[in-house]
């Protein structure tokens, strides 16, 4: 028998992928949940549970379930956790060409999975449950902290899709319509994102209400930040070509100026001399940007030994310096306008600094690989 979707059967089919870690005890209501919202719709549904190698007793409530409903886990082993990569194998594994793709712990109503459904016969590839279009909500209980983080995440993204909930992990879309899943390369919490911008998929929306979680705990931490702004820089690259580095690599170098200046005034601080200081706190803010270039501006470029890269980031940066510095010296030895607005000099010398900077970071330092850049 083949394993391919029958296309045919499409309409009246529903994979439902769910990434799971540590959900053993919303599994059940989850399913119960999905059933009771399918039933009556004629749709042959089935709810496929990715599990990263939980332990936490969900494969047996999986088993258990799976004796009445149509419910099976699979489980990853072995490798690196990862909601994305869970996603992506749920794909590889489901039945139907229809998905729906959906957290385990009920913030996602599965009572709209019908409308996400609905929506997809339109002309468009994806639908999105979104917190953000128009009659969307969050829950109530959501800190500042947690709202602002959403939407500079959100915002981040823009510049990658016309949606207003890039972020969502709420979505219905078609097998067919998607890119050779070999071609993926995510990271981490935003497949739905991964999918529209390598697959430039078509995508709508429909408003969701969306609730925290009341059983469990959320995965989400400060690593799974860190990975988000990785998978971020690379799906920039994706789309905008290296140029895309240059924002990033600014960013990283407006940063290492904060690392500089601490030194500087801690070192004083602590009783060093000016001069001194100015000249030491040079070191760490040069290797707090290799370090950031590293894990973000290039981080899909082949990984070379630290020590090695650092001195050649270290080398690049001076010269970078003597560029800026040299730069400086000659504006305002030699063209009057720079001697009269001296300002104007410096900014020319940074700017000039930084361009070759991230040249000889772009061709030298963090080496060029074109087969990995994307
Ligand atoms: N297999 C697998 N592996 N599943 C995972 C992993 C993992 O490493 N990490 C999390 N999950 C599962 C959880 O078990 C849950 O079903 C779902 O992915 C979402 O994880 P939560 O930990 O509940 O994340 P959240 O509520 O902070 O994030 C949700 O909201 C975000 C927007 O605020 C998710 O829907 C995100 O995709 C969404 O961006
Ligand atoms: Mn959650």
């Given at each position: 028998?083949?394993t391919?979707?029958?296309?045919?059967?499409?309409?009246?089919?529903l994979s439902?992928i769910?990434?799971?870690?540590?959900?053993?005890a919303?599994?059940a209501p989850l399913?119960?949940?999905?059933?009771?919202?399918?039933?009556g719709t004629?749709?042959e549904w089935?709810l496929?549970l990715?599990?990263?190698?939980s332990?936490d007793?969900?494969?047996a409530v999986?088993?258990e379930?799976?004796?009445?409903?149509?419910?099976r886990?699979v489980t990853?082993?072995?490798?690196?956790?990862?909601l994305?990569?869970?996603v992506?194998?749920?794909?590889?594994?489901?039945?139907?060409?229809?998905l729906v793709v959906m957290?385990?712990?009920l913030s996602?109503?599965?009572?709209r999975?019908?409308?996400?459904?609905?929506a997809l016969?339109?002309?468009?590839?994806?639908i999105?449950?979104?917190?953000?279009?128009p009659?969307g909500?969050?829950?109530k209980?959501?800190?500042?902290?947690r709202?602002?983080?959403?939407?500079?995440?959100?915002?981040?993204a823009?510049?990658?899709?016309k949606c207003?909930?890039?972020m969502s992990?709420?979505?219905?879309t078609?097998r067919g319509?998607l890119?050779?899943l070999?071609t993926l390369r995510p990271?981490?919490?935003?497949i739905?994102?991964e999918?529209?911008v390598?697959?430039?998929?078509r995508?709508?929306?429909?408003p969701?209400?969306f609730?925290d979680r009341?059983?469990g705990?959320?995965k989400?931490n400060?690593?799974?930040q860190l990975r988000f702004?990785?998978?971020?820089s690379r799906?920039?690259?994706?789309?905008f070509?290296?140029?895309?580095?240059v924002?990033f690599f600014?960013?990283v170098?407006?940063s290492?100026?904060?690392v500089?200046?601490?030194c500087?005034?801690?070192?004083?601080?602590?009783?060093?001399e000016h001069?001194l200081?100015r000249f030491?706190?040079?070191?760490?803010?040069?290797g707090w940007?290799w370090?950031?270039n590293?894990g973000?501006t290039?981080?899909?470029?082949a990984r070379?030994?630290h020590?090695?890269?650092?001195?050649?980031?270290m080398a690049?940066s001076?010269?970078?310096?003597?560029v800026n510095?040299g730069?400086?010296?000659?504006?305002?030895?030699?063209?009057?306008?720079?001697?009269r607005h001296r300002?104007l000099?410096?900014?020319c010398?940074?700017?000039l600094?930084?361009i070759?900077?991230?040249?000889?970071?772009?061709?030298?330092v963090y080496?060029?690989r074109?087969?990995?850049?994307?």
């Amino acid at each position: 028998m083949s394993t391919e979707p029958d296309p045919k059967s499409a309409g009246r089919t529903l994979s439902i992928i769910v990434p799971t870690f540590r959900e053993a005890a919303n599994i059940a209501p989850l399913a119960e949940r999905i059933a009771a919202a399918l039933s009556g719709t004629g749709i042959e549904w089935e709810l496929l549970l990715v599990d990263d190698d939980s332990d936490d007793g969900g494969e047996a409530v999986a088993a258990e379930l799976g004796q009445r409903l149509p419910v099976r886990m699979v489980t990853r082993r072995d490798v690196p956790r990862d909601l994305s990569l869970a996603v992506i194998e749920g794909i590889r594994q489901c039945r139907f060409d229809r998905l729906v793709v959906m957290d385990a712990d009920l913030s996602h109503p599965p009572e709209r999975i019908v409308d996400l459904l609905a929506a997809l016969e339109t002309d468009c590839d994806m639908i999105i449950g979104s917190r953000y279009s128009p009659g969307g909500t969050v829950d109530k209980s959501w800190s500042l902290y947690r709202v602002l983080n959403s939407q500079l995440a959100t915002w981040l993204a823009r510049p990658l899709v016309k949606c207003a909930d890039p972020m969502s992990g709420f979505f219905a879309t078609r097998r067919g319509a998607l890119p050779d899943l070999r071609t993926l390369r995510p990271m981490g919490y935003k497949i739905a994102l991964e999918l529209m911008v390598r697959g430039r998929l078509r995508v709508r929306e429909i408003p969701i209400d969306f609730r925290d979680r009341s059983v469990g705990f959320s995965k989400m931490n400060w690593r799974q930040q860190l990975r988000f702004l990785r998978h971020l820089s690379r799906l920039y690259n994706y789309k905008f070509g290296s140029l895309a580095r240059v924002p990033f690599f600014s960013a990283v170098g407006a940063s290492g100026l904060l690392v500089d200046l601490a030194c500087y005034l801690g070192l004083q601080w602590v009783g060093v001399e000016h001069r001194l200081a100015r000249f030491l706190s040079f070191w760490p803010a040069v290797g707090w940007n290799w370090a950031l270039n590293r894990g973000l501006t290039f981080s899909e470029r082949a990984r070379q030994p630290h020590l090695g890269q650092l001195a050649r980031f270290m080398a690049s940066s001076l010269v970078g310096l003597a560029v800026n510095v040299g730069s400086y010296a000659l504006l305002t030895s030699y063209v009057d306008l720079f001697d009269r607005h001296r300002l104007l000099a410096f900014f020319c010398g940074v700017g000039l600094g930084s361009i070759v900077n991230f040249l000889v970071a772009d061709l030298y330092v963090y080496g060029r690989r074109p087969e990995t850049d994307r």
